[in-house]
């Protein structure tokens, strides 16, 4: 009884694309691969046409043992030394070799397809084979793009749809230490707005305006509404002595930091105050002359003393805005928004470059120097590259000593940049250990429109669903440099404390992605190696 014949088992394919083959270029396979036809070389199954072109081009054409080649072209003998992109795409037949490959099989009858290049239209008959994989990889390609655009657009829209149906969530604080006629009207009258969540505060709870500024600085409000203290008693006394110097306003005073999300506060905060303050004090002066007048009609002393100052009758009482952070350096939008758009892409660059070095080296190294490789190269790329976008904002002099010293605003600012790009970029590297480069731009737009939704306006402008914002990078990153170059509140080591642990969560996915992928193929190259070795010391 014999043996039965070994089946051999089929090969799948790689199951991700750490698993794949490193691809060469044409040149390896022109140089290298058997069946190969060079210039100077003839074999039996050349025509007589084909051994007149070797004159003056040579057959890349592969071809298997018994001589079969699923795509036969011929090019001229320079054709592979181009160094432009396009001039290498017009001369590489790999892919049109793979795709003939594929297609063309002996066993079930195909015969060699004979091409000349650059002599056929896009619907010439001979395309035929070329152009319907390419309608197929072109609608693929615009299917997934709908779908990821169908996916993804719709979150960054909701995040500034009904931003102004939310504005009832930005507080005011009301702090009344007049306790007069005016600081009654003027409470009363702010808490009846619906268009911004007003709220009472006891003097004595912030009693001096050092307290305040601090709690608006320290975000505790958005804005506070003070009316001083002996502002009815000022506006008496100023009527009745005709105080020339009577300042009306002095009677209250708005603080509010406008750097702290200038969007919110330019669009929404400082003209719903505004607007609120302007119609209760039109209402409450002209009521205040009205009862004075009233009140004084026969009293001539009375009116020529009120003559001496026509600010307690003309506008009695109005308002004063402080603002205690302003966004006075526009250049800083490039920073805040769009510097961190900026910052993924130059991170997205490093992690594509990185790739096709992986490529080349990944069969050669232990899984555990190919892991240190893996981490220890982007992160020394991001440590350089992040320097250098920080020095960009030095020319256009950038305020970076707000907070800090200027020295010191700056390599904060640098370092920020690192971790934000280790945060973003090892994401990146995550994934394309999942998805290859072929598809990682498809997550490239999820990653960015996750961040810059919960960058442009703030949560409590938005659905629940954006709280998630605190915790993503360009959330944190944007954090810290308004408190570096506008001063805002400092919770520097919390967000580089978030952006560290990215870093860290990255490392720990891309070292167990990495090692399930490459894990089967280790074991079996070292299965085989052992088995090789085995037969050497078995053989006679």
């Not at 790739?355 to 982007?378: C, D, G, M, Q, W």
């Not at 954006?466 to 990078?473: D, I």
Request: aromatic letters at 12%; hydrophobic letters at 45%.
């Amino acid at each position: 009884m014999t043996d039965p014949t070994p089946t051999a088992k089929p090969n799948l394919g790689p199951s991700a694309p750490e698993d794949q083959p490193v691809r060469y270029g044409p040149s390896h396979h022109a140089g290298v691969g058997a069946g190969v036809g060079v210039e100077g070389e003839t074999s039996e199954n050349d025509t007589f046409d084909e051994k007149l072109s070797r004159g003056h081009s040579r057959s890349i054409s592969r071809t298997d043992a018994n001589g079969f080649s699923p795509l036969r072209v011929y090019e001229s003998r320079d054709a592979h030394n181009k160094r432009m992109p396009e001039s290498q795409a017009t001369n590489n037949l790999a892919p049109a070799r793979s795709i003939a490959a594929s297609v063309i099989k002996p066993e079930e009858g195909g015969k060699e397809k004979k091409m000349e290049k650059f002599k056929y239209s896009f619907f010439s008959p001979e395309m035929a084979m070329f152009r319907k994989l390419a309608m197929k990889m072109l609608v693929g390609t615009v299917v997934v793009t709908v779908l990821v655009m169908w996916m993804t657009l719709p979150f960054y829209w909701g995040s500034l749809w009904k931003s102004n149906k939310y504005t009832d969530k930005l507080t005011v604080r009301i702090i009344d230490r007049d306790g007069g006629e005016i600081g009654s009207a003027v409470s009363s009258a702010l808490l009846q707005q619906k268009n911004l969540r007003y709220f009472t505060t006891s003097p004595s709870e912030l009693p001096d305006i050092a307290a305040v500024e601090n709690d608006i600085v320290q975000e505790g409000a958005w804005a506070s509404i003070v009316i001083n203290a002996g502002a009815t008693e000022t506006l008496n006394q100023a009527r009745l002595i005709g105080n020339s110097s009577y300042n009306p306003s002095e009677a209250i005073q708005v603080f509010y930091a406008q750097a702290r999300m200038e969007t919110a506060v330019n669009s929404y905060l400082v003209p719903y105050i505004q607007q609120a303050l302007t119609v209760i004090l039109f209402q409450f002066n002209g009521r205040s002359v009205a009862e004075f007048l009233q009140a004084n009609a026969n009293n001539a002393t009375a009116l020529t003393t009120l003559a001496a100052a026509p600010a307690s009758i003309s506008t009695p009482v109005w308002y004063s805005m402080v603002n205690l952070r302003p966004y006075n350096q526009p250049v800083a939008q490039a920073i805040t928004l769009v510097g961190l758009i900026y910052m993924l892409i130059f991170s997205f660059i490093i992690t594509m470059s990185n790739n096709a070095v992986r490529e080349i080296i990944a069969p050669f190294l232990t899984t555990k120097h190919y892991l240190i490789y893996r981490i220890s190269a982007p992160l020394a790329l991001y440590f350089v590259i992040s320097f250098f976008f920080a020095m960009v904002n030095l020319p256009f002099k950038i305020h970076f000593g707000a907070h800090y010293t200027y020295g010191g605003g700056f390599f904060l600012w640098w370092f920020t940049l690192f971790l934000g790009m280790g945060a973003v970029g090892l994401s990146t590297e995550f994934m394309i250990t999942i998805l290859g480069p072929r598809f990682i731009a498809f997550f490239l737009l999820p990653l960015i429109i996750a961040n810059v939704s919960v960058v442009s306006l703030p949560h409590e402008l938005q659905p629940w669903i954006y709280r998630y914002g605190v915790a993503m990078p360009f959330y944190n990153a944007s954090r810290v440099v308004r408190t570096i170059i506008f001063d805002t509140k400092n919770d520097i080591a919390e967000n580089l404390g978030i952006l560290l642990a990215w870093i860290v969560v990255n490392i720990i996915t891309i070292c167990v992605a990495t090692w399930l992928f490459r894990r089967k193929s280790v074991n079996e190259h070292n299965k085989e190696v052992g088995e090789n070795e085995l037969d050497k010391v078995e053989q006679p």
